[in-house]
Each structure stands twice: as structure tokens, then as C-alpha cells.
């Protein structure tokens, strides 16, 4: 076995719809005023495997170092920044990253993202300006087919800090919850006593859909629970705000949970259409700074390069020119790559080693008497 398990090599168009989306990323995020930033790929595990964070070390690329510390492969983006901001200026900032990131409970261990983090801004200001700014990067890569969808941490948490459960127990729920499973939530939350919270948190397993629908019928629903009912508004505001600035359909999830625990607000996840994966999520995490001892309201996304690029049908490639040479008339074929300068051009000895079909032209460079012949479609010219 030449690689290690999960690893693996890339070839040809895979490699190039991924810089493709990386050039696409750096193009739209610079010219919205975002910053690029940059974190080292090992970093101290305990970064991530704190309460803050709450990644599983299991599920990290790890070792020791030669003090015993425990080192992984960055496995979270929004971390790692976050570790480096600690003691940055408190003025708004935008920042923008891409690389990979590693993780061994996926089927390859390295995936590659782009994305963005908005740090003090105004809650919703930063809120629209993720989602806004994915709608435009989406636009650049020509991905029409996809749904923006929302939801909210503050619902399930609005309900079970009405109830004793333990860390386990409440992880377990969480499970249940993002897996729709409405025997097992009602079995986790009913025995402790709470048949009523159990049976709103089974209700909100089917709250999804269009945000219009769902969210009138929960300011009704909500109407006496003014906690409850501020969510459901501010969600309303923001996919309103989307609706009027494009075509992408938006959804709204009441029962989503979030992946980790310093989500605490706002959660959204871009869907594509076609096979309904994730290409990019993300949300506020204010939490997050307190393992710094810090206390700053950020929010930002992440988009899975992977799979967009999955997604790419580049139409306008350059054409292909093929030029037949041969060691006395290569220094001359290249000279006249000037003359297809928006061009691929490719240089050949043989036209035999060459599929024609693969090439708009093909050139034959001769020598003769001191004299170049170029001789394109059957047409000759002569360049002295």
C-alpha cells in the first residue's frame, strides 16, 4: 500500500475546478472587502477538544511531540482563527481563508474549504453579509440550483434548559433530533417528567419548509412565548431579506441542532438541489471566544470545495492549438505562442502521438534553407 487509508491522489479536471473555485473565492471576497488570513496546519489539539469546541480527539489526525503534547492536523477553520484574533483589535473585521482542513471519520481525511469570518459586526448586518456574500460566490461559479436554509440554536436550548439532563443525555438528544427520530426524542426528554416539552420538541422535528409557511404558523403558535417568538422574528427578518435579494429558494428548519457547541444563535446551510448535499454552512458563534477569555459576537460559513467543484461545467474554456515541431524548430514554436496568446498551446513531435480531435488547430513547423514554413489547414505561410 503506497498511501495511508483516506488518502489519495487527484488528477486533471478535479484539480482544476478546485482552483477554479479558489480563484473564484479569492476574486469575491476581495472585492468585498474581506482580508485573507492564513493559520498553521498543526496546531495543540487542545484547541479543539475543550468544551468550547467539543471535537471528538478520536476523530483528529494526531500525535505526540517531543514535549508530550498532543499535536493534530487543523481540523476547523473557524477555530483556528479564532485562536489567532485572540487579543486582536475590538473594529469590525471581515477575514477570509482556504486550505484544508483533517479529520479521520470521513471517508477521505482531508477536505478543502473556502470561507469567511465576520467578527463585531452588528448580529444581523454580519448575518446578511455571510449569506449575501455566499449567494454572490455561488453566482461567480455559475451554481443556480440550491436552498438557503435556516434555523436557530436557541430553540432546542429554550427547551432544554427546562430540563435535568445530563451532557450524554442532551448529546443523545441532539442525535435523535438531527436524525428525526420523533420515538426517541419523546423516550429521552418524557421520562424525565416533561411529556410536554417532549411533545413541542417531536412538533418541531417536521417544522421545515418554506420560511413563509412555517413561520406564520409558529408566531401563532409562539404567541405566548415571547423568547420563542423574538427567534422566530429574526429569522423572518433575515430570510425576508434574502427572498427580495434573489431567486434562491429559502427554507427555514425549527428543530435543526447545531454540530458543536459554540454555535449559539443563527445556523444556515446551503443545500444543492440535485442531490441535497451540504455545500456550504455555518453561523454565529459567540461563544466561541470564552475559551480565549474573550468576549466578541462573530459569525461566518464555510464552503466545501469538494463539492462545489463536483458541481462546475466550465464553458468557456480556452481552445487548443497543437503544434507539430522538432529539435530545430521548437526555439521558433515557442516564439509563436505570442500569436495565441489566449490559447492552449501544446507542443508535439509527431502528430501521430496527438488525438486531433482533442485540438481546434493544428500547426506543422518546417525548416527550409534557413526559412521557417508554418502550415495551418492546409494553408502555408512563411515566416522569415
Not at 438528544?173 to 410536554?196: P, S
Not at 505570442?338 to 518546417?366: G, R, S, T
Amino acid at each position: 500500500m503506497l498511501l495511508p487509508i483516506g488518502s489519495q491522489d487527484d488528477f486533471g479536471e478535479t484539480v482544476t475546478n478546485r482552483n477554479f473555485v479558489f480563484e473564484t473565492f479569492r476574486k469575491v471576497s476581495t472585492l468585498r472587502g474581506y482580508q485573507e488570513i492564513s493559520t498553521p496546519v498543526v496546531e495543540y489539539a487542545n484547541i479543539f477538544t475543550n468544551k468550547h469546541v467539543g471535537m471528538s480527539l478520536q476523530s483528529l489526525m494526531k500525535w505526540f511531540n517531543s514535549e508530550g503534547e498532543i499535536e493534530v492536523l487543523r481540523p476547523d477553520w473557524t477555530t483556528a482563527i479564532a485562536r489567532a484574533l485572540t487579543k486582536h483589535n475590538k473594529a469590525p473585521e471581515k477575514w477570509a481563508y482556504q486550505g484544508s482542513i483533517f479529520r479521520n471519520n470521513k471517508v477521505g481525511v482531508e477536505s478543502r474549504q473556502v470561507g469567511i469570518e465576520i467578527i463585531n459586526f452588528p448580529n444581523f448586518h454580519g448575518e446578511c453579509e455571510c449569506l449575501l456574500m455566499a449567494r454572490n460566490f455561488l453566482d461567480e461559479l455559475t451554481i443556480n440550483h440550491y436552498v438557503i436554509e435556516l434555523g436557530h440554536t436557541g430553540i432546542f436550548e429554550y427547551f432544554i434548559n427546562q430540563l435535568d439532563l445530563s451532557d450524554e443525555e442532551i448529546k443523545a438528544l441532539q442525535i435523535a433530533m438531527h436524525d428525526k427520530r420523533k420515538d426517541k426524542v419523546y423516550q429521552l426528554v418524557a421520562r424525565n417528567g416533561k411529556e410536554h416539552i417532549a411533545s413541542e420538541l417531536v412538533v418541531l422535528i417536521d417544522a421545515f419548509g418554506p420560511f413563509e409557511e412555517v413561520l406564520n404558523d409558529y408566531e401563532i403558535r409562539w404567541g405566548n412565548y415571547p423568547v420563542l417568538l423574538k427567534i422566530v422574528n429574526h429569522i423572518k427578518k433575515l430570510a425576508e431579506l434574502l427572498n427580495e435579494s434573489g431567486k434562491v429558494p429559502v427554507i427555514v428548519d425549527l428543530g435543526m441542532v447545531k454540530k458543536l457547541p459554540y454555535y449559539s444563535g443563527i445556523i444556515f446551510r446551503g443545500l444543492l438541489e440535485e442531490n441535497g448535499s451540504t455545500c456550504f454552512s455555518g453561523g454565529r458563534y459567540d461563544k466561541l471566544y470564552d475559551q480565549f477569555g474573550e468576549n466578541k459576537n462573530a459569525v461566518g460559513l464555510g464552503f466545501d470545495v469538494d463539492i462545489l467543484a463536483k458541481q462546475l461545467r466550465i464553458v468557456n474554456k480556452p481552445k487548443r492549438i497543437c503544434v507539430i515541431a522538432s529539435d530545430e524548430t521548437l526555439s521558433y514554436a515557442e516564439k509563436i505562442r505570442k500569436d495565441y496568446a489566449d490559447f492552449i498551446v501544446e507542443v508535439f513531435y509527431d502528430d501521430e502521438m496527438i488525438d486531433k480531435d482533442n485540438f481546434q488547430k493544428v500547426i506543422y513547423i518546417l525548416q527550409k534553407d534557413g526559412e521557417y514554413e508554418v502550415i495551418e489547414n492546409e494553408d502555408m505561410y512563411r515566416f522569415n
